[in-house]
């Protein structure tokens, strides 16, 4: 009987205490912040002028082949992409020296474009501008969820580590003092878990003495950007969206590298004006329903369309609800039935994982799919490895005419890109490291990563005084280059304090079943340049 | 009205998913006074082999080129992949019984239960090592078309809820007969309540154990295929159903197979009800709400809504 009540007693403990972990996720809605702050002028007027310059998204849909023939007529093999990057890492570093970037010659001050300053007599004592750097070895380290609810971008780890070490055994980074580098990646599972990934950003700067660090997660780059950024530790190309890592004042060291939140927000609002006539209701109203999860990455989605909508001409005609889900819930059926009942015109998944493809099940089955006029799925849900046949069920119909704002990344393993040399190159590359990119389709991500590290390390490797932290932050804040993996059109840049973006060009697009993919309707946003700067307020979740 | 009609319907069809694991825990608690917390991850395999099994070889899909080299005949018909399932829950119980639980019989404590972390921790890691962290659409035992649904006053019951309700009534019906009628049943009880005094009067106390684990990781493999359509099969699906099934089967009486569905079914309603009708709980609050409600009835009914109270003689 001991036994039975010491059961009753553990069930119950165990479940509070799981129920306790599930609903232990940062952030929230912050539902009192005002939105009026977050919006981005820029990128509203920026969209604005490409949406109205643009043909109309219907008379312009791109087909497949039209892809295809747009990619092939650009550097044609990889050869060719590898000559361009070349070309312009070499620019970049000659307009670094030019304006004599860098270090100051008595060691207290980084300077780069646009007024980019970073005094470095306020790192901490003992602040070592090479660490991680040896005769052979530049050491970087990654959190990334490779375990959990979210385990799926654990593979992005996967691809890094393949794209670098092709790069290794062709010798590694050349430097300007001519040695060759190779990289090491250490890759630590954090399980998309904040709290995790405060000590191992610890370990792998004290204990591994890493030379800089990228964080996966808005939430858990969130929670270490503050201390990396007051040790002078480089945290480049984020993986997450958020618009807070384009503060290069307050946060120099930090950098993303995808299309921020905020601005996908404003372009789902941008269409939604575009269609005002068709959405609007019987009352005159456009109900826009939104499914966001209930973590800073959900914050930044709702907070961005909230700016857009408190500034909008529809702003008295829409109608906006949204409902929140927690990152481990089992279901959520029970916010979609709540949102399909507002009606809505519109829908936008403002999730991550799992709960994207629920949304496109959940929305076939409860009549949401059949009643909305156009759905959305987040841009870090673009590819097949959330819209697939295989992971929607079925004949893959659900996924059908779902739209995406896309970021402006190729979806590497949609077969829509399968003549694309850089998208052929990647999976290659997989391939001949054993790795399965049809079965891990989110390695052709780490691919993306993989490219970037490259190049900057190899910029920052080429200045004077090779690869040095101050060199890697300097050439990130200046490049200007085209990536193989952007759609044609897209930019790849940075500019001091007046550039914080990397990536701010993105695609309208609409899934194919049929084709397995998503079509790019209507011409590339190029917004570069377009986004202001952003200092996160925590306590009002907004930019200031 | 529609919408209270829908959100009932909601409410049942999470608590069902509920029931269907907390069943399972039920049935170890009964057959062996053991808490079982590997119970989700074990029907989780059950299902990813299901899966592989009714699945065609492609290069597209991890796990499925092994199963096509050392299987004959993939892939199999669905109803043969869902038995092979279950049957594959069956013989994970007994093995987690046979190999882990019953060298800890002596142990003092919760050892027993700490192993089912750790056995479930082993089975979490193995499945995403497997069969990678994707989700993996997994197709449902009832026609689960967007249109296959019976409309009520606005609201949709779909068939998947109602085949699942139905399915876990027959599950009941049988294991009811088996517990109550049966000598299974009997020696089942006598185990868990003094496995010293079962062994005294001639009950093989171990295989009596392992069988139960066998049956519990049968129910598992079951519901784990019950509910896959609609969780999305990928290797921690069933660690985000394992905390409402643990409060589910707390509710509802852990030694009670018809407490497991009552309780799944309050969790569910309390849930739904409470996210959709009272503004400041929304999702978020929820579960805590539905924790509160168990810690309510336990302080009222310490052993759940329909567990029995034991009563030692001193």
């Known amino acids: ?28 809605d912050g539902g009192t912040a005002s939105p009026e702050n977050t919006v981005d002028k820029g990128v509203q007027s920026g969209v604005n002028d490409a949406l109205n ?44 020296t030019d304006n004599k970037w860098g270090l100051s010659a008595d060691g207290k001050t980084i300077t780069g474009p646009e007024g980019f300053s970073i005094d470095v007599s306020k790192c901490p004592a003992g602040w070592n501008n090479t660490q991680g750097i040896t005769d052979t070895d530049i050491k970087i380290g990654n959190t990334i969820s490779q375990s959990g609810t979210l385990a799926i971008y654990g593979q992005i780890a996967k691809g890094i580590s393949t794209h670098l070490d092709v790069i290794n055994a062709a010798g590694g ?59 002078c530790v480089p945290q480049v190309l984020s993986m997450t969206g958020h618009p807070a890592w384009g503060d290069p004042v307050k946060h120099p060291w930090t950098t993303g590298q995808q299309m921020a939140y905020n601005t996908e927000a404003v372009l789902w609002g941008a269409f939604i004006e575009k269609r005002a006539a068709e959405l609007k209701g019987a009352d005159g109203k456009i109900t826009v329903a939104a499914l966001v999860m209930n973590n800073d990455f959900g914050a930044a989605y709702n907070f961005g369309f909230k700016a857009w909508l408190s500034q909008s001409p529809l702003k008295d005609q829409v109608v ?14 029970d916010p979609m039935t709540t949102l399909t009942a507002k009606k809505p015109s519109v829908f ?15 929305a076939a089955q409860n009549g949401l799919k059949a009643s909305a006029k156009y759905l959305f799925q987040p841009s870090v849900c673009k590819g097949a490895s959330f819209v697939g046949k295989d992971k929607v069920g079925g004949d893959g119909s659900a996924s059908d005419a779902w739209w995406v704002v896309g970021g402006g990344l190729k979806d590497a393993a949609s077969p829509i890109y399968d003549a694309d040399p850089w998208v052929q190159s990647a999976r290659a590359e997989l391939t001949a490291a054993g790795v399965d990119w049809k079965k891990d389709q989110t390695t052709l991500t780490g691919s993306i990563w993989g490219w970037s590290i490259e190049q900057v390390m190899s910029i920052a490797s080429a200045l004077p005084g090779g690869p040095t932290r101050a060199n890697l932050i300097v050439a990130l804040r200046a490049i200007d280059m085209t990536p193989p993996f952007l759609l044609e059109g897209a930019k790849f840049n940075m ?11 993105s695609e309208f697009a609409k899934y194919d079943f049929t084709k397995q993919g998503f079509i790019q309707v209507g011409d590339l946003i190029e917004l570069s340049g377009k986004s202001s700067n952003c200092i996160w307020d925590q306590a009002k979740a907004t930019c200031t | 009205m529609a919408l209270f009609i829908q959100r009932c319907f909601d409410a049942v069809a999470n608590g069902v998913i509920y029931s269907t694991v907390a069943l399972a825990l039920v049935i170890v608690f009964r057959a062996t006074a053991t808490l079982n917390l590997a119970q989700g991850e074990m029907a989780n395999v059950a299902a990813y082999i299901g899966l592989v099994l009714r699945t065609p070889a492609t290069p597209a899909l991890a796990g499925t080129g092994l199963a096509a080299s050392i299987i004959p005949g993939t892939p199999w018909p669905f109803w043969a992949a869902v038995v092979a399932a279950v049957g594959s829950g069956a013989l994970l119980g007994a093995g987690v019984e046979r190999l882990i639980v019953r060298r800890l019989t002596d142990a003092k404590g919760l050892a027993v239960v700490s192993a089912t972390v750790g056995t479930l921790l082993l089975m979490n890691g193995t499945t995403e090592a497997v069969w990678r962290p994707v989700v993996r659409g997994f197709p449902s035992l009832f026609s689960n078309k967007p249109n296959d649904y019976l409309a009520v006053s606005g609201g949709r019951l779909r068939y998947t809820t109602l085949g699942t309700l139905l399915t876990m009534f027959v599950v009941l019906l049988i294991l009811g007969f088996v517990l109550h009628i049966t000598k299974l049943g009997l020696a089942f009880r006598a185990v868990s309540s003094d496995r010293a005094a079962s062994a005294l009067v001639g009950i093989r106390v171990g295989r009596i154990t392992m069988l139960g684990w066998a049956l519990a990781g049968a129910i598992g493999g079951l519901a784990a295929c019950l509910v896959a359509p609609t969780v999305l099969l ?51 609050l929820s579960l805590p709400c539905a924790l509160a409600v168990m810690v309510l009835v336990l302080l009222v009914r310490p052993a759940g809504l329909f567990g029995r109270r034991l009563v030692e003689r001193v």
């Open chain 1, 495 to 505: 500019n001091g304090n007046k550039d914080a973006y990397l990536i701010e060009a």
């Open chain 1, 348 to 362: 936008i998944a403002m999730t991550a994982g799992t709960s994207c493809t629920q949304s496109i099940t959940e």
């Open chain 2, 234 to 284: 990928e290797p921690n699906m069933m660690v985000r159903v394992l905390v409402f099934s643990l409060v589910a089967a707390t509710l509802g009486g852990l030694d009670s197979l018809g407490g497991a569905l009552v309780g799944g079914v309050t969790v569910g309603v309390t849930q739904t009800m409470l996210a959709g009708y009272v503004p400041f709980v929304g999702s978020t």
């Open chain 1, 320 to 333: 906006y609800v949204n409902e929140t889900i927690e990152p481990t819930a089992p279901t959520i059926t």
């Open chain 1, 53 to 96: 310059s643009t043909t109309t998204a219907a008379a312009a849909v791109t087909t497949a082949a039209a892809v295809a023939t747009t990619v092939a007529a650009k550097p044609a093999s990889i050869a060719d992409w590898n000559a361009l990057a070349t070309k312009e890492r070499a620019a970049v570093v000659k307009r670094i």
């Open chain 1, 173 to 231: 980074i050349k430097g300007a003092d001519g040695k060759s580098r190779k990289i090491t990646y250490i890759a630590k599972d954090d399980g998309y878990d904040a709290a995790r990934t405060i000590p191992l950003v610890d370990e792998l700067v004290d204990s591994e003495k890493v030379f800089s660090v990228i964080t996966l997660g808005s939430p858990n780059t969130m929670k270490t950007y503050d201390k990396l950024n007051v040790g």
């Open chain 1, 1 to 28: 009987m001991r036994s039975q009540t010491s059961c009753r007693v553990t069930a119950s403990l165990v479940a509070a205490a799981m129920a306790l972990a599930a609903c232990g996720s940062s952030g929230g």
